[in-house]
């Protein structure tokens, strides 16, 4: 939803901590519940984080979450789906070239970024997305991403 | 005497080639064979400008409007689908412009094609003899003619910045496989300083420098303090030291003009003393030139700045004269087929 989508922006310190606080636990709790049932529940799982993700930012389900980068602003709303953005385009009010009835999401992005903590996660360079990944969870990945990483400090310990 | 001749033609011969089409050796510390960045080493004041392909498959049509801008260019930007419109190719522009030697500008946009046919045209390019590519993200393709199309976005310009770094730089492509002979390409980018988010800007420069764009050249300039705030802002991260900036300019044909492109171009600023200054000009095709040539004029002082790029769509015969009047180019004459014998970077 648009305007909840721009609420999460102006808020982007607040929906940063609660992402730093939150995201550990539900990593944990997606660890435990694939360990148990594999990729069974991985549907209701998807369509969870579709579900809450779409209606606070908008989420297209890119499966390359990078919010906490782009000032929770989704940049897969960007009509060009622009990872590194603004493009040259932009609006003297600060509206997209392509949809002038909506902010751009990099002017958004660039903004919202400067009220977090990590203020600076925006300036590093996101590579393309892989485009493999669309409609898949980025939390299962994260989880499952995590379990590799541990079994392999296991298996090297 | 004879021996002196013939030696200095040996010479021309290795330092040239046969044909002026040949790529140039490269030089120490160079990353492409070609003039436009042996002009920017050397530390000369460059002027690009760009080229309108023509609704058309003929080659003539190509070098006849290139051949306006003889001896006053280092580089023609060759534009790819510009306002998602279709023309000519950019990569057939540079082909035809490489075989008598210019040093053309492949414009890449990421609209309409994905990593694999960019790729695969990156490398075609760098075997045509171009030696230079600008990385953009295009105009959507509502801007265009062809609305219904797909718009393709597989990469930003960042993304592709990167990638053609890794071509050339690492010799393989994105998914790992080698390159026998990587594409010898110097890497450009563009940005705008002028729309929102003015303040952030300059962060953007950052990151297209740190992706690996060895030059910028802006979208038009008609706002010289917001440039100026950018480029001491750009100077005081040290981000002119490994990159050359080359501020746009353009020649607005009339107020009328310079409001419509104001209203439907993307990412046009027109500040409105400028319209106005159109307005009560009595000859507004005379005042847009000047207006050109007093911004090429200031932005050469601009502290950072490494030349400028004239773009004068429908006013391409004018490039010369406003670049002549300017005296940017400090009486230089860039490279052009018909001073062959002087293809090493500058003609003094």
Known sequence: ?157 | MPDIIDKNVVQDVERLGTNPGDPLPMLDGHVSHGRFERVLKDGHFAVTTEIAPPDSADPDEVLARASLFDGYVDAINATDGSGAHCHMSSLAVCAILTRVGYSPILQISCRDRNRIAIQGDTLGAAALGVCNALCLSGDGVGAGDHPEAKPVFDFDSISLTRTLRILRDESRFLSGRKIDLAPKLFIGSSINPFVPPVENRVNQLAKKIEAGAEYIQSQYCFDLPVLKDFMARAVDMGLTENCYILPGVGVLPSARTAKWMRDNVPGVHIPDSVIKRMKQADKPLREGRKICIELMQQIKEIPGVSGVHVMAYRQEKWVGDVVKKSGVLDGRTPWSPNSAETTIGTVN
């Open chain 1, 1 to 157: 939803m648009y305007s909840l989508r721009r609420w999460s922006v102006r808020h982007a310190r607040f929906m940063e901590a609660l992402y730093n606080t939150v995201n550990p636990a539900i990593l944990v709790t997606l660890r435990g519940i694939t360990k148990v049932f594999g990729t069974k529940l991985d549907k209701p799982i998807t369509a969870a984080e579709a579900g809450l993700k779409g209606l606070l930012f908008d989420c297209q389900m890119c499966g390359s979450c990078a919010l906490s980068k782009t000032g929770m602003s989704c940049p897969m709303n960007c009509p060009k789906t622009i990872r590194n953005g603004p493009c040259g385009g932009v609006r003297p009010n600060g509206m997209c070239e392509v949809k002038p009835d909506m902010k751009c999401v990099w002017v958004d992005a660039w903004d919202g970024a400067s009220r977090m903590k990590n203020s600076d996660a925006i300036k590093s360079i996101e590579f393309a997305v892989d485009h493999r990944d669309k409609g898949r969870s980025t939390w299962l990945k994260l989880a499952r991403e995590g379990e590799t990483v541990n079994d392999k400090e296991a298996t090297n310990a």
